[in-house]
């Protein structure tokens, strides 16, 4: 079988090409002997010859090999086992290969399933594509396209073992072509790790956070990180668009259903078929609207704007947004109970910017560094931020965020000269007043007068603990010793503080 182990570098490099390859950190994910042996693979035909073929193929390349001639007993073996590969002859006598797969769909959603068929046709083919299939396989095949395939399904599998959980590099705590997301908080990380943890799986995810905080960034992560990452991502923001309109967006039209219906068109549902969903603002989506979501959300069903009939059957993994408090929107009657809790599976919580000032650093050099590029000469040193600068920014309230902290950025660099230390009197954009000769952010701290007393003199001490906290330490980059002398307080109320707001001496070393 030495044939077979001169196509290693065909499979790994056809799987490069497919899913973008490498890990986070561009490393190649060999597909050796030894791990392919942790990849458990399930073959269903009636054929014997077909079965014999590809356990000696798959059996030499070192999978762990599994067949099964009956489709009866193999429904049995996929409701009591768990496998990364299943190979299914869609012809089966008595039960039918897409019930095969459906049950393998319904029972572990992370298995990869290819469709084997000696009657492939384009029809056949999107069948089980719709079914939920990985890919599809015609007969009669060779090794090497047998190899190659399932090579390719390995290649997927070990890579999102391989990401399981965040690479930090300088604060990037995700990295893909042009796309980052920044941290070194610890509310970012583990916004990161379950993130990484969900991806891989078909849950329905629902992220909150205010305005600003990067949802829709992470809801392209989870879908680039996923199986559907090759399949469409389709965005629509439910408070942008009236409830007409929204509603023929995302499930389409008749021809004649309104004024300028002028011909049948599909929405975007149907166009997401196979990949992922992104409802921003959902608490904003009329309730009528909701109820009929609801109906694609149980059964895959959905009928256009105008339309008598169920117009098409869609499979498609819905990631939800709103930077309102889920369980007030649901106090006041603007979200549906039972829409709510089938769209949070998984919740996601990315903290607002005042909650994470270790981050504004890294955010600032990464926005200095991009700006500068894009609109100054390639070559040309950026501007710099000062220590002062640097400090009013540390300590500013952030209420627009991340998209806040970006916008002041390109500000400020756009008007920079290369290699310019920027003071902090060029900080206008946030309103600053001059305090014993110093340009600093002003502002009157804001809290809720709803709350208790005691709640909301809470809230602001926690404020400007975290905020003194951060300036402090900053300023002695990261040395606990010379900060907790400043401070005039012991280096163990020091530590204290910083862990009772997850602050990390080491995010400020630098």
Known sequence: MSEIHELE?????????ADGAG?????????????????????VDDEPSILESCE???????????????AEEALRRVRSQEFDIVLIDQNMPNVHGLDILAEVRKRNPDTLAIVMTGHATPESSVRAMQA?????????FTATQLLVLVGRAAFTLLRTRKISTPTERKGVLVERGASQILGVSKSMRE??????KVAPTDASVFITGESGTGKELFAQYIHRESRRSRRPFMAVNCAALPADLL?????GHKRGAFTGAIRDKPGLLEVADGGSFFLDELAEMPMPLQAKLLRVLQDGVLRRVGSEKDDAVVDVRFISATNREPEQALEEGVLRHDLYYRLRVVP???PALRERPEDIPVLIKHFVTHFWRRHQLEGEEPPRLGRGTLDQLVS????????????????????????????????????????????RITGIPSFDVAQPFHDAKQELVDRFEREYLSQLVARTEGNMSEAARQAGIDRTTLYRLMDKHNLAREAFAS
């Not at 000696?56 to 009956?70: I, M, P």
């Not at 939920?132 to 009669?140: E, S």
């Open 191 to 196: 916004a990161v790790a379950k993130a990484l």
């Open 9 to 17: 570098q065909e499979i790994l490099e056809e799987a490069q090409a």
């Open 132 to 140: 939920g299939a990985w890919d599809y396989l015609p007969k009669p």
């Open 23 to 43: 890990d986070p950190d561009g490393n190649p994910l060999a597909l050796d002997p030894e791990t392919l042996r942790t990849i458990r693979l399930f073959v």
């Open 348 to 350: 996601i919580r990315l």
């Open 396 to 439: 500013y309230d952030w209420p627009g965020n991340v998209r806040e902290l970006q916008n002041v950025i390109e500000n400020l660099v756009v008007l920079s000269d290369p290699n310019e230390e920027i003071p902090p009197d060029r900080l206008t954009m946030l309103g600053t007043t001059e305090i014993d000769g110093e340009r």
């Open 56 to 70: 000696t193929v798959l059996s030499a390349e070192g999978y762990d090999v599994q067949l099964e001639r009956r």
């Open 247 to 251: 509603e023929s967006e995302m499930f």
